[in-house]
């Protein structure tokens, strides 16, 4: 499970509740705050989404960043 806010966005543990992970894009200011998150179906891989139309895909095993779309400026 994977909640967005104002800083990035925060993972739990379905089964018990306790945090996972808290994930920060840092980059660009405008990038701190998650929009949106998704998982992929394998699991694998959830994605952030954020003001400024930027993507961050993260890996579940470690949770660290994989890569970022290019955004958009506006």
């Known amino acids: 499970l994977a909640a967005c806010h ?3 966005a925060t993972v739990y543990e379905a ?9 920060k894009a840092g980059g660009l200011e405008s990038d701190r705050g ?3 998150a998704a998982f992929s179906p394998d699991g694998r891989t959830l994605v952030t989404g954020h003001h400024t139309f930027r993507l961050h895909a ?3 095993l470690t949770w660290k960043r994989r890569g970022a779309s290019p955004g958009t400026s506006r």
């Open 6 to 8: 104002e800083e990035g």
């Open 15 to 23: 089964d018990s509740g306790r945090v996972a992970a808290e994930l």
């Open 34 to 36: 998650a929009t949106c």
């Open 58 to 60: 993260w890996e579940v």
